[in-house]
């Protein structure tokens, strides 16, 4: 049986977070969590601050849930860093996502180490400047071997992009193969060439900000996954609202194009009455 007792070693008995871990069900937590972390620029604007400031209060929320869906006992958590779109923002705020990006490397390597977090990042990272892709691949080799959470990071991603990568390198594959003729793509196919090959497709996508779109992340892989967007932006997205958001999850009827236990009860009983009817 799971439990939560790595998350409450580090919680204040009778505190908000602790009350909230109480009524979590360690039983049914979501074994991959996706975020889309928006609202930095909105917060720093909010204390008339540069944008800058906003990034870097968003570095030190992205430590706090780290740490927490690792104690959590989460298999993987993916974070949205940063989209093929942000290109387009001005280049001195690019500039500070890239060193932000490198500062929380060269800072959280070794407790991500030693936590046994395995780190891997996912998109077009051949367009990164090159001393960002450089540490970013030493941090991928550093933990490769690590059995805990997969801590995934998607960057310079987009999720058409991700398709339209897919299916050029099942393409190309089968043109080197001498196949392209008989070539057949389903959707295990297409599943074993995504960036997340090897995950768990995310059971649970939370946006932060309010903003009811999902801006082009993990299309295929969010077929199913359940949705919860907070107000919250993300430098105030705390620990506590994590727990909610799962708690939330914990509330829903997952049917995956199904019926509930319920549903499925009611429909057969009906099913039967009206095949009895028609037999009478």
Not at 182 to 196: K, N, P, V
């Amino acid at each position: 049986m799971r439990s939560l007792t790595d998350l409450f070693a580090i919680l204040t008995p009778g505190s908000k977070d602790w009350r909230l871990a109480e009524t979590i069900d360690p039983e049914r937590l979501p074994a991959h969590i996706a975020i889309i972390m928006d609202g930095n620029g909105r917060w720093a604007r909010r204390r008339g601050l540069p944008r800058a400031a906003g990034h870097r209060a968003g570095v030190e929320a992205v430590r706090l849930i780290v740490e927490s869906c690792k104690r959590l006992g989460l298999k993987a958590l993916t974070l949205y860093a940063f989209s093929v779109e942000n290109w387009k923002r001005p280049r001195a705020e690019v500039d500070t996502l890239w060193r932000l990006m490198r500062v929380y490397l060269r800072r959280e390597l070794p407790e991500i180490i030693s936590n046994g977090i395995r780190f891997t990042c996912m998109g077009r990272l051949e367009g990164l400047p090159t001393q960002v892709r450089e540490e970013m691949e030493a941090a991928i080799e550093a933990t490769a071997h690590n059995q805990g959470m997969r801590l995934n990071v998607a960057i310079n991603y987009s999720g058409r992009a991700e398709l339209v990568d897919a299916i050029n390198t099942i393409i190309e594959d089968a043109r080197l193969k001498g196949r392209s003729r008989d070539l057949h793509i389903d959707e295990e196919t297409i599943a074993r060439h995504l960036y997340t090959a090897g995950l768990p497709d995310p059971d649970l996508l939370i946006r932060t900000s309010g903003e009811k779109r999902i801006s082009n992340f993990l299309l295929w892989q969010i077929a199913y996954a359940e949705l919860y967007v907070t107000d919250t932006l993300w430098p105030d997205f705390s620990r506590a609202d994590l727990l909610n958001a799962i708690l939330d999850f914990q509330k829903r009827d997952r049917r995956f194009g199904g019926l509930s236990i319920e549903a499925e009860r009611t429909s057969r009983e009906q099913w039967a009455e009206a095949v009895g009817t028609l037999t009478q």
